[in-house]
């Protein structure tokens, strides 16, 4: 295997051909991108699985809320039960994306030396 090291662009046909044997430009390029996809693939099970986990919660916060009411989740329709889904939803991942601007912006404020305790 490749090891971690920083390897400067013209070596690293040479630190393939140690790992994996002497390959052509073409063998080259394909082994190339099938490492590309290896990520590719590795990045979307990440994100699908945290968009499973985003939905499941907004079930549940959906459950709640038509709970909180009085009413039965079987009691709406599934045009209404599908309207407050998606605001929960909705709710959920602009709380997601205020989570990760406020620690961005943290972060860059701290780099500057400002600290504001919000």
Do not use: H
Request: aromatic share 6%.
């Amino acid at each position: 295997m490749i090891s971690r090291m920083r390897v400067p662009t013209k070596d690293l046909s040479l630190v393939v051909r140690k790992s994996v044997g002497d390959l052509d430009a073409q063998s080259f390029q394909s082994w190339y991108e099938s490492l590309d996809l290896k990520r590719r693939t590795r990045y979307d099970r990440i994100t699908s699985k945290l968009n499973r986990l985003i939905k499941q919660k907004a079930k549940q916060r959906t459950d709640a809320r038509i709970a909180t009411a009085g009413r039965l989740p079987s009691e709406l329709t599934s045009e209404q039960y599908e309207i407050i889904y998606r605001e929960e939803l909705d709710e959920i991942k602009n709380s997601l994306k205020l989570g990760v601007l406020q620690g961005t912006l943290g972060i860059a404020l701290a780099s500057l030396g400002i600290n504001l305790w919000l």
